[in-house]
């Protein structure tokens, strides 16, 4: 038997995070998907979920390169990371609140992350939505920051 990748163990934390809000009946999660890409050989995990009876979702978003699984798989590197990113949808009355994106600053206060707000078009309807990302990659050492950047978006939703 062989031992997981950090993908793998990154992955299952942040999902028995998520997992332990829904069990809770405090968020629902509404989707997931675990995709490897065997033409990149990468790895992407990524889980959608809300609060309960609301709307505006989160997902969460686990990526592995191509060039960290080589470096785990062939070369048994150990500080090989996951690079994390969290989308939030929201509503269109939010897209010119400055004090909006303000507020995501503070709760996410002491984390080193982008912020970027973005608006798409589909099917003539717009849909604007809030990325998180990190200059960072996470790697397992640091698994105790998945477990605060769940507990960060749940406050996030709140906040929406």
Known sequence: MFDPTAFENLKVVVEGAIYDYDLEGYISVTDRNDQFNLSKLSR???IT??????????????LLSTDDLYKEINL???????????TFYIAAHDQDD??????????????EIDLIKRQSLLNHQRQLFVEIGFDRKITEDQVDDLVAIVEHCIKTLEAL
């Open 44 to 46: 992407h995990f990524d």
């Open 49 to 62: 979920f809300s609060l309960q009876n609301k709307a505006r979702p989160a997902k969460a978003k686990i």
């Open 98 to 111: 400055v004090s909006f994106m303000e507020h995501i600053y503070k709760i996410w206060e002491g984390q």
């Open 76 to 86: 048994n590197e150990t500080n090989v990371g996951c690079s994390i990113g969290i």
